[in-house]
């Protein structure tokens, strides 16, 4: 029998709302996106290709988007049930941030109705354009409030605690920490990404199965190109991440490294096995990488994990996080660059298998590199529920429970994935594009 833990069942109920909950939310991000992209396409062309694109993606993230209501509101629960002590010290300060989260959620929800609901209701087809871009803005700037949360628990500033006590609150510090810059730019763009890539692994796939309609290349033309862009953006701000941590979380860039001693010209490790000695066997060093990661010059020098106190040192695991996150990252630039290439100078060869399969398993790898990044950044902190102030133990609730709280909230997950994936497949398997386009084509006609 396990001994009763509201501490570990409370980590455990949280990182699983958050891992299911992420997939919701990252999707809620980038599709609007991807969505006006699609629109703005159609109008400038003239292509109902583009437009039947944006219509029917947007008729997928409502459902995706109800989903993530249910689960975002059980993390909301979460932080009051499970974290009181935390919330006690530090609600006052991150109030306005999750208050102008909900605010920017409902200015979203309330936009995309009037967008789903105006189709082909103005003579401008720019007028409804124009609807989808608060749903873009409401969507980002959710992301953008939540994050902040996340950025002051890394980087808490805004307060002052004495004694338990917490007064000369700055609510407006506490939002604008060191930390929210590359913390929100790397979830936005990411999300971007990530989003991108799983409806070109959709167009993909159908045309795998030989359904070669024009559509379907168009929607991978338009995905692809975007990741791209994304992907590229991605990396600029993976490196501007590094010398954040290296400033600010020395000790998180160290473990996610396995950066044991302070040395300058510090070689940068990728891949390998740590073994129980603490020596990684097997990596891939890169000269002076770790040092031009953190700080831009190769002869600079790097603080090591030895320069910490052991209880104060994160799981040295989340280098395996690391490596599965730049890994994947450098596959999706690779798969979108090697794609741009073919389409530019070889496109006899653009629709082979293998690149369709690349595209394919490039959708749920970009997901997983959204969900071990994001254990990265919340183990990567640990001991810390806020960095400085307050240890994850003592921000746990203790009351009972919790184990069956878990097993409620695992079965409502299970349901919502299950129901999420049969509506979504029951809405576009009989209503095929082949069978809209004609009534598209008419429309703009």
Not at 93 to 99: G, S
Not at 124 to 151: D, E, K, Q, Y
Not at 264 to 276: D, F, N, R
Not at 396 to 408: G, K, R, S, Y
């Amino acid at each position: 029998m396990f001994e009763y833990d509201p501490v570990i069942y409370s980590r455990i109920l949280t990182s699983f709302t958050l891992v299911f909950h992420i997939i919701f939310a990252t999707i809620g991000v980038g599709v609007p996106v991807m969505i006006a992209l699609a629109e703005w396409m159609g109008i400038k062309r003239k292509d109902p290709h583009y437009t039947l694109l944006a219509r029917r993606w947007a008729r997928g993230f409502v459902v995706t988007v109800a989903v993530g209501v249910v689960t975002g509101t059980a993390i909301a629960l979460q932080l009051s049930l499970l974290w009181p002590n935390f919330m006690q010290v530090a609600g006052q300060t991150i109030a306005l941030p999750l208050f102008m989260e909900t605010f920017a959620f409902f200015f979203e929800a309330i936009f995309l109705g009037i967008y789903l609901y105006t189709w082909d209701r103005f003579k401008s087809r720019m007028r409804h354009f124009l609807l989808v871009i608060p749903i873009v803005i409401g969507a980002s700037a959710s992301a953008f409030f939540i994050t902040t949360v996340n950025a002051f628990m890394n980087t808490p500033q805004g307060f002052t605690l004495v004694d338990g006590v917490i007064t000369n609150i700055d609510p407006i510090a506490a939002m604008f920490t060191p930390a929210m810059p590359t913390k929100v730019a790397h979830v936005l763009i990411t999300s971007y990404l990530t989003s991108a890539f799983i409806l070109a692994m959709i167009s993909a796939y159908q045309i795998v199965k030989g359904r070669n309609h024009v559509y379907h290349k168009k929607a991978l033309q338009l995905t692809m190109v975007a990741a791209l862009v994304f992907s590229i953006a991605t990396v600029v701000i993976g490196d501007l991440s590094g010398k954040f941590l290296a400033e600010y979380q020395p000790e998180k860039l160290a473990a996610a490294k396995l950066h044991f001693e302070t040395t300058t010209e510090a070689p940068l490790h990728l891949g390998g096995i740590l073994t129980e000695d603490n020596e990684l066997k097997y990596g891939i060093e890169i000269p002076y990488g770790l040092s031009i990661l953190a700080h831009g010059s190769p002869s600079a020098e790097v603080i090591g994990l030895n320069e910490f106190p052991a209880d104060e040192v994160p799981p040295l695991w989340i280098h395996y996080m690391f490596d599965i996150m730049v890994a994947i990252g450098m596959y999706l630039a690779a798969v979108a660059i090697i794609y741009i290439v073919l389409a530019k100078w070889k496109k006899e060869y653009l629709y082979n298998k293998p690149l369709l399969w690349s595209i394919i398993i490039g959708g749920p790898l970009a997901m997983i590199a959204i969900e071990v990044g994001w254990i990265l950044a919340e183990v990567g902190r640990q001991p810390w529920i806020l960095v400085g102030v307050m240890k994850t133990a003592e921000g746990a609730t203790t009351a009972d429970h919790v184990d069956t709280m878990l097993i409620i909230f695992s079965i409502v997950y299970v349901i919502l994935a299950v129901s999420c994936s049969i509506v979504l497949r029951k809405m576009f398997k009989n209503n095929t594009p082949e069978v809209e386009l004609k009534e598209e084509q008419r429309r703009i006609s």
